[in-house]
């Protein structure tokens, strides 16, 4: 079907239902691939560098690379659709993904941060297939249609994690250098992910929703929406707050596992623990859609952050405990998750569809940013006062989310149940 062609209303709510699908595959394959960058970045990194102190610039690397590409990408996305704007970011992994196992083979440590950056822009891209997921959708689905492609992120991004082990056996076999190998994993999904938009993602959803409300079409669920700056500016916070909380804490993970794992045993655990932690940010997405739906977006974006609070308590307490580690890790997934939903679906409807692509680049530029940041804060603040420290000065934008709620609740006229 040509994305020029305007379906029925009921062809739309089938379109909708098949994008969805489509994008929720995408970010199966996606989430293998990023899985693998999630977990070695830190280890990669500390070994090339020789400090562990600079071991949260590969976290900030893969952020900054997403900082660097969220709005050109969004402006693709607005001129020429998703689908152009989905592949350019599969195209920049795959390219990065080759320079990583470049740059461990040659000890290259500049090197290894350029190629996590491009696998950064990738990840970029596929942060918008959240986005595309609420393009058709009609306002009472729009947090469950966003959550849905959310949690398929949970399939690849557990198995990716898990691949680690497997994939360090295959890198030996046929030479890698060590702790690359299961980036052949991530190089087979994000070319397999490249093809799906290429071929299947027909009609592109922002390509339609756009021509729909230009056309004014009384059939569509698609309608224009009042500009709520005020509104837009609190989910863009929320959003970038809760991910900085998350990235800070979930990037030093590994290093700190490194000193209270016995060494034989430092790459499953790294692998089980992120792998769980993913499972936490991806796994009740669609129950958090669905609350958001229901409760309004602001009670979950406050709940997300009684869930962060909670990981970080765990996380300073139990700082010595794996097993504490890894309840904290849980729990910090589950915290993003309530925060990243409800606070997408708030940024999406309280924007009109003509302004969606730039403010979305925007937020996924801020969040991405102020992970970055936060990341080589962290690996400092590791250095200088432990996990324990780390978890407790992470409570900071946790603290300011909660103020920024009660400043908008107290101030906002309501929309769709903020």
Same mark, same amino acid.
């Given at each position: ?16 239902? /098949?994008? *969805?699908?489509? !994008? ?24 090339? &560098?020789?400090?562990?102190?600079? &071991? ?24 020429? $659709? ?42 970029? $891209? ?5 986005? +595309?997921?609420?393009?058709?959708? %009609?306002?009472? /689905? ?14 690849? $991004?557990?198995?990716?994690?898990? !691949? ?13 250098? /060590? ?21 299947? !993602? ?26 709520? %700056? +005020?509104? +837009? ?8 707050? &809760? ?18 794992? +016995? ?36 009670? *979950? ?54 302004? /969606? ?43 300011? *989310? ?17």
């Amino acid at each position: 079907m040509p994305d020029a062609a305007a379906p029925t209303a009921v062809d739309l709510v089938a379109t909708q239902r /098949r994008t *969805v699908r489509v !994008l929720a595959a995408g970010q199966v394959l996606t989430g293998v691939a990023f899985g693998a960058t999630l977990s070695l970045g830190a280890l990669l990194a500390a070994d090339l &560098s020789g400090h562990e102190a600079l &071991s949260g610039f590969a976290t900030a690397s893969v952020t900054l690379g997403a900082a660097l590409t969220a709005i050109p990408l969004a402006r693709v996305a607005g001129r020429r $659709g998703r689908r152009f704007a989905l592949t350019t970011g599969n195209l920049a992994a795959l390219a990065g993904i080759v320079i990583v196992i470049a740059a461990a083979a040659t000890r290259a440590f500049p090197m290894l941060l350029v190629g996590i950056a491009l696998i950064g822009a990738g990840n970029a $891209g596929t942060l918008q297939s959240r986005f +595309a997921a609420t393009d058709l959708a %009609p306002a009472a /689905r729009r947090g469950r249609d966003l959550a849905t492609v959310v949690w398929a992120t949970t399939v690849g $991004g557990v198995i990716g994690p898990l !691949l680690l082990a497997p994939g360090e056996l295959l890198g030996a076999a046929i030479g890698m250098p /060590r702790l690359t190998g299961a980036y052949l994993f991530s190089f087979a999904a994000q070319a397999c992910a490249f093809a799906l938009y290429v071929l299947v !993602l027909r009609p592109d959803p922002l390509l339609l929703a756009q021509r729909l409300d230009r056309e004014h079409a009384a059939s569509t669920p698609v309608s224009p929406s009042a500009d709520r %700056p +005020a509104l +837009a500016r609190f989910a863009m916070l929320a959003v970038a707050a &809760s991910h900085v909380t998350m990235a800070s804490v979930m990037a030093m993970t590994p290093v700190h596992l490194s000193h209270i794992v +016995a060494p034989d045993a430092v790459t499953l655990a790294v692998g089980v623990t992120i792998a769980l932690h993913v499972f936490g940010m991806y796994g009740l997405s669609p129950v958090f859609g669905l609350l958001a739906d229901r409760w309004g977006r602001i009670p *979950v974006i406050v709940l997300g952050q009684v869930l962060l609070a909670a990981s970080l308590a765990v996380a300073a307490a139990f700082a010595d405990a794996q097993a504490g580690v890894l309840v904290a890790l849980v729990l910090l997934g589950l915290g993003w998750s309530a925060a990243t939903v409800a606070g997408s679906a708030l940024l999406t409807e309280a924007t009109p569809l003509a302004a /969606r692509p730039r403010r979305q680049g925007r937020s996924d530029t801020l969040m991405t940013a102020c992970a970055a940041a936060g990341s080589v804060l962290a690996g400092i603040i590791l250095g200088l006062s432990g996990y324990a420290g780390l978890a407790l000065w992470a409570l900071v934008p946790v603290a300011v *989310v909660c103020l920024g709620a009660a400043v908008v609740a107290r101030s906002s006229v309501p929309l769709a149940r903020v």
